[in-house]
């Protein structure tokens, strides 16, 4: 099972980026789907997940800036983020519990790569 993350870049502040996340791999379900960011000398921190069934939950510096959303039957995940700042720089991963296919396996949480965002004018 491999998450992989794509859609980072360098914007200038004010900018839009939207991230992606696909799922892969012998998988039997997806539970819960997010995002992480991790700036320079800071811990990961939670930006915002999404159920399968689509509620929805935000960290406070990014409510009503971004937008989590998912395609179940893609096995993805996305991150719209607009207005972006240059507190919002970090590599950003996309994080996912899956249980995957086959006998005597279990949910377990599974990270993608990570995606540079830089935000700077």
């Known amino acids: 099972v491999q998450l992989q993350a794509s859609g980072g870049g360098l914007v200038q502040p004010g900018g839009s980026l939207r991230l992606s996340c696909v799922a892969s791999g012998r998988i039997s379900a997806i539970n819960l789907m997010g995002w992480y960011r991790q700036a320079p000398g800071k811990q990961r921190e939670l930006v915002a997940s999404i159920t399968r069934g689509g509620t929805t939950n935000y960290a406070d510096s990014v409510k009503d800036q971004f937008t989590v959303s998912r395609d179940n039957a893609k096995k993805s995940v996305y991150l719209q983020m607009n207005s972006l700042k240059l507190e919002d720089t970090a590599v950003y991963y996309c994080?996912?519990?899956?249980?995957?296919?086959?006998?005597?396996?279990?949910?377990?949480?599974?990270w993608g790569q990570g995606t540079q965002v830089t935000v700077s004018s």
């Open positions: 994080n996912a519990v899956i249980l995957p296919r086959g006998p005597g396996y279990h949910w377990e949480d599974y």
